[in-house]
């Protein structure tokens, strides 16, 4: 059986550090390109502001279903293939984090800015004009505006407002849940230790040691703002890691285990078995493709 070849890394290579562009193009190229179905990673940002239709976006291996008046946002590193078998429409922003300017007042850095964000975003009418409104601006000073020093101080000025003006509007649709601010910010805290510890780390308790609170307290926390508990997260989130490492790279399965703290093989694949329905190399090959 041939090897399988890891999914492509696809860079940023716009002349700006922010482009927008209509879906209708960037369709007419997948289909010429011929990947309009291909999954693959970016080492940039997607922001997806969809007008017409309706379609499945794959990120990170799950169908993320987007509709007129919603906005998808991809993140780097992620793995994610597009929809052009539905009749869809609408707008893509595309730009690394770097072009995220450093604006105390708005954010302290760019991943505090994309980690605000959640994947799908469903915008009310107002706030969906005022965001097409910013997009085919951008589009426009992008022709206009060649110098790329005039260019990408427009471009990046409007980046910085629309994702404000999505910052904003989701911080508010989240003050309206029951969630309180010591939850959210507990959970938060935890996020971040496991993508920190998650490959030491496999038990629960070993995160709220680290947090100074009980396991009771720290399930609580990430069962009000996830819906799931914590060990769920954290197994989830393994999990995903798992399965970026199995088609972004040709590490043997083996390897991959040890990486992700399983002291043997044969563990991690029972483990994987268990929680993604089939065995690593399987999902590995669903994935990626036969090297010439």
Avoid at 46 to 57: A, I, P, R
Avoid at 201 to 219: D, T, V
């Amino acid at each position: 059986m041939p090897e399988s070849a890891p999914i492509k890394l696809v860079k940023y290579s716009a002349p700006l550090d922010v482009q927008a562009l209509p879906i209708r193009d960037l369709r007419q190229r997948a289909i010429a390109g011929r990947w309009q179905n291909a999954p693959h990673r970016v080492d940039f940002c997607h922001l997806f502001l969809v007008t017409d239709g309706d379609f499945n976006h794959m990120v990170d291996f799950v169908p993320i279903r987007s509709a007129a008046g919603s906005l998808l946002l991809v993140k780097p590193g992620q793995v994610h293939a597009f929809d052009f078998d539905s009749p869809w429409d609408g707008w893509l922003v595309v730009f690394k984090p770097e072009a995220i300017p450093m604006n105390h007042d708005f954010r302290p850095n760019q991943n505090d800015v994309l980690d605000s964000l959640p994947t799908l975003i469903e915008l009310t009418s107002d706030e969906r004009e005022a965001a097409l409104g910013i997009v085919s601006q951008m589009q426009g000073d992008a022709k206009n505006y060649k110098d790329q020093s005039d260019g990408n101080l427009l471009m990046r000025t409007a980046l910085m407002y629309l994702l404000l003006r999505l910052q904003v509007f989701s911080s508010s649709a989240n003050q309206q849940s029951t969630v309180g601010k010591a939850t959210s910010h507990r959970f938060q805290q935890f996020k971040e230790l496991v993508e920190e510890w998650r490959s030491q780390h496999h038990h629960i308790h070993q995160y709220a040691s680290k947090l100074g609170c009980s396991e009771k307290s720290l399930n609580r926390s990430v069962l009000a703002v996830t819906g799931v508990s914590a060990k769920a997260y954290l197994t989830q989130r393994i999990v995903l890691e798992a399965k970026r490492l199995l088609v972004h790279t040709t590490q043997p399965v083996g390897m991959i285990g040890i990486d992700l703290g399983f002291d043997e093989p044969t563990n991690f694949v029972k483990f994987f078995k268990r929680e993604a329905g089939m065995l690593p190399m399987a999902f590995r090959q669903l994935y990626t493709k036969p090297s010439s």
